[in-house]
C-alpha cells in the first residue's frame, strides 16, 4: 500500500514544494537512516520559501551553506568536508538536466528527486554525493531534491532543446520490476531497434538522431524505492518516418502492479495517466507479462 | 445502481401500490411531483410518475424521500464497446486529451480481460467520470449494445440490416441506430509492403490474385524473383471481411490458404515492414512502419491514401470510425466528451494517432489544375470540348472543400460518412465560416449509360445536396452566402470506370468554394 501512496502523491508533494518543506515525510517513506551522529549532521535551513526557493542553476550550490557560528569550528566530515547540503543542476545535452547531490556529513543517505510528477529515489555514496542524468519533462525543468528529515531544495533548470524530443517516461514503486520497451521502426523483441534496459543506448544516439535512448532512473535500494524509465528519441529519428511501439513488461506474478506514465505535451504541460494492472496468476508458467496497450504508440514525423 | 433502480420501477409498475420513492417540489414550493426515480445524469431527474414517464432539470426542483441521489457524488459512467481498432489506440487518447482539456486526473486500470477502467478525478480527488472500454470486434459491439452491457459501439462499418432490425425491435420508438451514428474520425483499407519493395501502386485485380494465390512469385509481376508472402488481420475483424467484400467478390475465388493472420494491426504493419517479400492488407492508421501502395487502375489513375483522400472518400476504401449511442440520455460529461470529438484538441489527437479528422479543409489550387489536366486526358466519347471549357473556368476561380458527397449503392440516398459531412459544413455555414463566399455544389457521375442521363443524375444528386446542407444549417443566416449547384456529368473522373469501386468514386457531389 505504501507504494501506491508514493506515487499517487507525487504531484502533491511537488506541490508542496513550492511553498517550503517540512512535510516530505508524510507522503514518502524515508530510506535507510543516516549512519552518523546527529551533532555531525548539517543544521537544517529554516525555511526556505517560493520563490528565494527556486534558485537558478549554479546559484543553488551556495544557498543551503550552514550558517557560520563563530564560536565553534563548522562541522566537517570524515573526510574533512564541510557539512551542508549542495545541489548543482546543469543542462545537458539531449534535453536533460545533470544533478549533482552531496552533502559530504550525510553518506549513505536517500535522496529523492521529483520532477513533474515523476519522483525516483537514490542514495548518496560514501563521501555523500550523489549524481543522476535526470531527462527533463518541461522547460524550464524544475526538480525538488527531498532529504530525510524534511530537508530539501528546488531548482530550475532550463531545456531548451525540449521541443527536439519525443520522451515517455515510466514511474513505479520497486516492488514489482517494470520496465519500458520502445521498438524503433518495426523491430522485434531483441533486435536492433528494440531499445529497453537490455539495450538502453545512449543520451549520444538519440542526439545523433540515430535512435532512441533509455535512462534509468532510481537505484532501487531502500523500502519502497521510487524507480522511473524514460525513453528519448529525436523528431525526425526514424527516416521515412514511422512508429515506435511502446510497452511494459512485468517481473513477476499474482496481486497488482502500479505505476504511472508521464509526457511532455506540446503546450508545455505533462500528461500523466496512473495505471494500474493485475499480474498473472502464480502458477509457474510465465514470470514476465508485456502490456501491449498501456502506453500509446511514438508517431515519429519524416523529416 | 442502475439495475437495481430499473428492477424497483418494474416492481412499482406492476404493483401501483409500492411506495414512490421520490419527491421533487420547484424552488418556490407550488409543484410537487412524485414518483420512483428512474434515472439521474448529474443533471436531469428521470422520473415515473402517474404522468408517466417525466424528466426534470435537477437545477429547479429539490429531491426529498430515500430515492434521491447524492449530487455531489454523481460519477457519470459510460461503457464503451467494439472495434479494437478504435478501442485500444483512439478512444484512450481522446479520453487523455479530454481530461487535460478539463483539468481532470486520469487513472487507468486494466483487467486480466484487456478491459480499460478510465477515472478522470476532480483536483479534490473526487471521481468525475467513469469510462469502461472493452475492445472487441465491430460485430461485438453492437451486440453490446442491444443488449444494454454499452452505451457507446465502436464501429468500423455501418450496422447490417439485421442489426439495424434488432436495434428497432429493442429500442421502440427510439431513433434508428443509424441515426445515433457519430462520426469519430476517418481511416482506411490500406495494401502495405515493406519500404525496399519496389512497388508503389497495384490494381486491385492484382491485389485479388496474390491474396487468392494465383500470384505465387513477385516475378510473375514484374517484381524480384521471391515468393509472396500474405498478411491479413483475423478473419473475424470488420477489416477483414471490409477487404474479402471489396476486393474479392466478384472474383468468385477464395483466399489463399497459408496467410499470415495478426491480432493487432500494427504488428501486422511490422511483420511487412521486416519482410521485403510480404505484402498485408491493413489499416491507414496502422501502417507505421510499412508503406502504403495506392491503388492503381488500368486507365491510369492511382489513388493513395492520404488525408485528403480519406477525408474527400475519393479513396475508394475509406473507413469511417463511429460510434453509435444507446438510445438513452447520456450523462452530461459523457455527452460533452462526445461533443469534444469535434473540437480542434481532439482533432490533434486523431492526427497523431494516424488516423484522420472529418475537419473540413480546403484542397490545394494546383490539385485543382493536375484535376483538370487529368479530365482533358480522360476525355471520352460523353465529353466534349464545351463541357472542357465550362469546367475549366468554374475550376479556375474556386478551391475544392474537402467535404464529398456519395450516394450508398448509386441510389440518392448519402452514405453516413457523408451525412455527417452534411451536418459538419451546415455547422460551419452557421459559424459563418463561408459569409460573403459562395457555395457551388457540383455534380459528377460514372461514365456508364449516356453522356444525357449522367448529367442528369449528377445536376439531381448536386441539387439534393444543396437542399440537405442549407435544411441542416437551419440558424444560419442563408442570406450571406451563396448557394449554388452545377454538374458536368462524367467529365471529371477522379478514378478508372473499369471496377464497381472506381465507379462508385466517381460519382459524387463535391463542393466548391469561390
Known amino acids: 500500500m505504501a507504494q501506491t501512496i508514493g506515487i499517487g502523491t507525487t504531484v502533491a508533494a511537488v506541490a508542496l514544494a513550492a511553498f517550503g518543506f517540512g512535510s516530505f515525510q508524510d507522503t514518502a517513506p524515508d530510506g535507510p537512516p543516516p549512519a552518523m551522529p546527529a551533532s555531525l549532521q548539517a543544521p537544517a535551513p529554516a525555511s526556505l520559501s517560493a520563490p528565494e526557493s527556486i534558485l537558478p542553476a549554479r546559484v543553488a550550490a551556495t544557498a543551503l551553506a550552514p550558517l557560520p557560528d563563530l564560536d565553534r569550528p563548522a562541522p566537517v566530515s570524515r573526510f574533512g568536508l564541510a557539512c551542508g547540503l549542495s545541489i548543482e543542476a546543469e543542462p545537458r545535452p539531449a534535453a536533460s538536466v545533470a544533478l549533482r547531490i552531496a552533502d559530504p556529513c550525510r553518506p549513505e543517505m536517500r535522496v529523492e528527486i521529483a520532477h513533474e510528477g515523476l519522483a525516483v529515489s537514490v542514495t548518496t555514496d560514501l563521501t555523500g554525493h550523489a549524481e543522476l542524468l535526470l531527462p527533463a519533462l518541461a522547460d524550464p525543468a524544475e526538480i525538488a531534491v527531498r532529504l530525510p528529515g524534511g530537508d530539501g531544495q528546488l531548482v530550475r533548470v532550463p531545456v531548451p532543446d525540449l521541443d527536439e524530443y519525443d520522451r515517455v517516461a515510466l514511474a513505479w514503486t520497486g516492488e514489482t520490476p517494470l520496465a519500458l520497451h520502445a521498438r524503433e521502426g518495426g523491430a522485434d523483441y531483441g533486435e536492433a531497434g528494440h531499445v529497453w534496459q537490455g539495450s538502453p543506448g545512449a543520451p549520444s544516439d538519440a542526439l545523433r538522431g540515430s535512435g532512441g535512448w533509455l535512462a534509468r532512473l532510481g537505484d532501487g535500494l531502500g523500502t519502497a524505492p521510487l524507480m522511473a524509465q524514460i525513453y528519448t528519441i529525436q523528431h525526425g529519428a526514424l527516416p521515412g518516418g514511422g512508429l515506435v511501439r511502446l510497452s511494459v513488461s512485468a517481473d513477476g506474478c499474482g496481486g497488482p502492479a502500479e505505476a504511472a506514465t508521464l509526457r511532455p505535451r506540446p503546450d508545455g504541460g505533462v500528461a500523466r495517466v496512473d495505471l494500474s494492472f493485475a499480474l498473472p496468476a502464480c502458477d509457474g508458467t510465465a514470470d514476465r507479462t508485456v502490456l501491449q496497450n498501456l502506453v500509446g504508440d511514438l508517431r515519429i514525423a519524416a523529416n | ?514
Not at chain 2, 250 to 268: K, Y
Request: aromatic share 6%; with cysteine; glycine share 8%.
Open chain 2, 1 to 514: 445502481m442502475r439495475s437495481l433502480i430499473a428492477a424497483l420501477c418494474l416492481q412499482a409498475a406492476v404493483l401501483p401500490a409500492a411506495a414512490q420513492d421520490v419527491t421533487l417540489t420547484s424552488q418556490d414550493g407550488a409543484i410537487e411531483l412524485s414518483g420512483s426515480l428512474l434515472s439521474f445524469d448529474g443533471e436531469f431527474y428521470r422520473v415515473d410518475s402517474i404522468y408517466g414517464p417525466l424528466t426534470v432539470s435537477a437545477e429547479g426542483v429539490r429531491c426529498e424521500g430515500p430515492g434521491c441521489p447524492d449530487l455531489d457524488a454523481f460519477v457519470a459512467e459510460a461503457r464503451f464497446a467494439g472495434a479494437s481498432a478504435i478501442a485500444e489506440t483512439l478512444l484512450p487518447a481522446l479520453i487523455e486529451a479530454f481530461a487535460y482539456d478539463r483539468d481532470l486526473s486520469v487513472a487507468l486500470a486494466v483487467d486480466e480481460d484487456g478491459a480499460s477502467l478510465y477515472t478522470l478525478s476532480r483536483a479534490d480527488g473526487s471521481a468525475a467520470a467513469r469510462l469502461t472500454i472493452r475492445p472487441a470486434t465491430t460485430e461485438a459491439g453492437f451486440l453490446a449494445l442491444l443488449n444494454s452491457e454499452a452505451d457507446i459501439a465502436l464501429a468500423l462499418r455501418e450496422p447490417l440490416r439485421m442489426e439495424e432490425l434488432a436495434a428497432r425491435a429493442a429500442d421502440g420508438a427510439a431513433p434508428s441506430l443509424i441515426r445515433r451514428a457519430r462520426i469519430i474520425g476517418l481511416d482506411a483499407l490500406v495494401p502495405v509492403t515493406s519500404r525496399a519493395h519496389p512497388f508503389r501502386e497495384i490494381t486491385p485485380d492484382t491485389l485479388a490474385r496474390l491474396f487468392t494465390g494465383e500470384i505465387a512469385d513477385w516475378s510473375e509481376i514484374g517484381g524480384p524473383e521471391a515468393p509472396v508472402v500474405l498478411h491479413m488481420p483475423l478473419a473475424e475483424t470488420g477489416l477483414a471481411q471490409a477487404f474479402t467484400d471489396e476486393i474479392l467478390a466478384g472474383t468468385g475465388r477464395e483466399l489463399a490458404g497459408g496467410i499470415v493472420r495478426h491480432a493487432d494491426l500494427r504488428d501486422l504493419s511490422d511483420a511487412v515492414a521486416r519482410d521485403p517479400q510480404a505484402i498485408g492488407v491493413t489499416a491507414y492508421s496502422s501502417v507505421g512502419n510499412a508503406r502504403a501502395l495506392a491503388l492503381s487502375g488500368d486507365c491510369g489513375f492511382a489513388l493513395g491514401a492520404d488525408p485528403d483522400t480519406l477525408k474527400s472518400e475519393d479513396y475508394p476504401l475509406t473507413a469511417p470510425l463511429y460510434a453509435f449511442t444507446a438510445p438513452r440520455r447520456l450523462p452530461r460529461l459523457v455527452r460533452e466528451f462526445l461533443d469534444f470529438l469535434e473540437s480542434p484538441a481532439a482533432e490533434r489527437v486523431i492526427r497523431r494517432t494516424g488516423f484522420v479528422s472529418q475537419t473540413i479543409t480546403e484542397t490545394p489550387v494546383e490539385d485543382q489544375g493536375r484535376r483538370l489536366a487529368n479530365a482533358i486526358l480522360a476525355a471520352g466519347d460523353g465529353t466534349v470540348l464545351a463541357d472542357l471549357q465550362r469546367l475549366a473556368d468554374r475550376m479556375e476561380t474556386s478551391v475544392r472543400l474537402s467535404p464529398t458527397f456519395r450516394f450508398s449503392g448509386g441510389a440518392t440516398e448519402l452514405d453516413t460518412q457523408s451525412l455527417s459531412a452534411v451536418s459538419r459544413l451546415a455547422r460551419a455555414i452557421e459559424a459563418g465560416d463561408f459569409d460573403g463566399r459562395t457555395l457551388i455544389f457540383v455534380g459528377f457521375s460514372d461514365g456508364a449509360g449516356t453522356a444525357a442521363t449522367n448529367l442528369r443524375l449528377s445536376r439531381n444528386r448536386a441539387e439534393a445536396v444543396r437542399r440537405a446542407v442549407m435544411e441542416a444549417a437551419a440558424t444560419a443566416d442563408l442570406a450571406r452566402v451563396d448557394f449554388r449547384t452545377a454538374a458536368f456529368g462524367e467529365a471529371l473522373p477522379i478514378a478508372c470506370d473499369d471496377s464497381e469501386w472506381g465507379r462508385a468514386a466517381n460519382r459524387r457531389v463535391e463542393v466548391w468554394l469561390e
